[in-house]
């Protein structure tokens, strides 16, 4: 353990609570549960949707992308899947993607999960950084629409000048695996907190403005501020430089830490919940990350509240999930005995020489 105490982390980052996923849970299981969720307030069916988009630096594997092992769980048969790594950005970033498919016709609903395990590359002896990382998801279903609302712009940003100040520096193709990556805690997050705080002040601000100046709005037209939930102070630094009280920023990272591309949804979904945001309010979901990237999209809450799920549709919708199961497992099993009676009738010229071993 590190030499640290709670009044230091609270007076520091703000953070007094965090969620922390056990050995069963991962960064799948955590998105398709709060997709499950968005899809029951939402009323929308998992095969009515066209794409689906995760935004995570904590994925399941290298490939297959996590949002595949979600499409899979929910029985998606419609729709497409991929990942976007951003870092903390991820979710804005995919937030803007799927505004844009929308509203190119190419699609039509989309479901953006964020969605994160960081306590699972953690260096729990580094004090920088083991006190500030937590799990979570959230995720919304965006829909075609002819009602004015929804996502109205996004500003995106990236300087790859500043990738060493936030990085997991091994397991891709510069620094592939190996015992002294693992004995050096290189598959780890490491940070220079100092910059990525300098940066990070400067942006949030910055990245405020852009956004709302692209939509012809003021910051006097602005409602509710979700930021990144990275560190408090720096909220509170970008408060001051925006000169907006605190009150119109969702603050929420005392309770969950900092989430990474989870944050803005969990908060967002927890501010909607308590009755601090409302239909045809404008919406700042503004965040910055690893990359280094930052961005915002400014959005009209035009959301109007679903009646809950009867107990009837409730059990056909759990149904429905139990069926994917059995149809994910189906269709795994009906591979395994294709291979079997096959057996390795690769085409010519596709399989490797054999060595014979002596």
């Not at 998105?31 to 630096?57: H, M």
């Not at 803005?264 to 990237?293: H, K, M, Q, W």
């Not at 009209?300 to 149904?319: K, N, S």
């Not at 291979?339 to 009738?345: A, E, H, K, L, V």
Request: glycine fraction near 8%; proline fraction near 4%.
């Amino acid at each position: 353990m590190v030499d640290t105490d709670d009044k230091w982390i609270v007076e520091r980052t703000g953070i007094s609570q965090r969620f922390i996923a056990n050995a069963e849970e991962t960064t799948a299981t955590l998105g398709a549960d709060a997709a499950r969720e968005a899809l029951d307030i939402a009323n929308i069916s998992p095969d009515d949707l066209d794409l689906i988009i995760v935004a995570t630096c904590t994925p399941e594997h290298h490939f297959p992308s996590t949002a595949s092992i979600i499409q899979d769980a929910l029985g998606a048969r419609n729709a497409g899947a991929f990942d976007i790594s951003a870092a903390c950005t991820g979710f804005v970033y995919a937030l803007s993607i799927a505004s844009q498919a929308i509203q190119a016709a190419t699609m039509n609903t989309v479901l953006v999960i964020g969605a994160e395990t960081l306590s699972k590359i953690v260096n729990w002896d580094d004090r920088g950084t083991c006190v500030l990382f937590g799990d979570g998801a959230g995720a919304f279903v965006l829909q075609g629409s002819y009602d004015p609302g929804g996502v109205r712009t996004s500003v995106l940003r990236s300087d790859g000048s500043g990738r060493d100040l936030l990085k997991v520096p091994a397991g891709g193709s510069a620094i592939p695996a190996s015992y002294d990556t693992i004995r050096d805690n290189l598959h780890c997050i490491q940070m220079n907190g100092r910059e990525v705080f300098r940066f990070a002040t400067r942006v949030m601000a910055d990245a405020c403005r852009d956004v709302v100046s692209a939509a012809g709005l003021t910051m006097e037209d602005i409602d509710v501020i979700v930021p990144h939930q990275a560190n408090k102070r720096i909220i509170e630094a970008a408060a001051r430089g925006l000169r907006l009280p605190i009150d119109k920023f969702i603050v929420n990272l005392d309770r969950y830490g900092n989430t990474s591309a989870a944050s803005i949804p969990i908060a967002l979904c927890e501010a909607v919940s308590e009755g601090r945001v409302r239909p045809n309010d404008n919406l700042v979901l503004v965040a910055f990350g690893g990359g280094l990237t930052w961005g915002a999209s400014l959005v009209t809450w035009d959301v109007t509240p679903q009646p809950p799920l009867t107990g009837l549709r409730r059990f056909r919708r759990q149904a429905l999930y139990r069926v994917a199961r059995m149809r994910s497992a189906v269709r795994r099993g009906a591979r395994a005995i294709e291979g079997t009676i096959w057996g390795s009738q690769a085409p010519d010229g596709m399989e490797p020489p054999r060595r014979d071993r002596t």
